[in-house]
């Protein structure tokens, strides 16, 4: 009986000993260390837009300063009710800021979402709120600012860029963040202010 007891313990002080030498075992370690660093990057791989925030993206920079700015002109419109000839100066840039926006982010944005089945649908709606608010600006164009219906239609205008910039803002963005990898964001970034810089030279030889 005492012999069995004795030959338990040892087995048992054996299995603590293998246990310690394994804990001190440097391989051992490197070799946990190397398999978490894989799943690590296996991760960062299957998402890399996420490394990201959202304020950090290039794209989403450069179509929010285009948002805000036209926000501006907008607003800057219906504050000079009073003063026709300013108002239709605003009106003409707000009408080139949003033709050069508008171009640019249809090619190198919108393009690329409707080549992807999940953001396909949300590319085609966006592109059709562009078309709409291109006929309520050609419908403002063939309009006297003196016209009291003028600044009726201009609040609808407005408040529909605006529907179209929280939307953007909102549901598209982050669509794009969890669709697209980082280097394709980035691209789509380039891309838009390559072809902004073209619809502005376009603009200023057209007005010459």
Known sequence: MYIHLFFKRLNQLLVMVNKKKSRRNPATRRMKKSVKSTRSRSISKRSPSKKRSVKQIALFTVLRDDHKKLKGIMNNIGGNYDDKEIMSELFMQMKEEIKIHSRAEEASVYQ????????????????????????MIAE????????????????????????????????????????FSMEELDMMAENMLTLKKEEMENTFIDSI
């Open 112 to 135: 690329p979402m409707k080549a992807n089945d999940d953001t396909r649908f949300l590319s085609i709606h966006a592109h059709e709120e562009h078309a709409l608010v291109d006929h």
């Open 140 to 179: 403002l164009e063939n309009m006297n600012v003196d016209d009291e219906l003028w600044m009726a239609k201009f609040m609808i205008l407005k408040h529909e860029v605006e529907h179209h910039i929280e939307h953007e803002e909102s549901e598209m963005f982050n669509k794009l963040k969890s669709d």
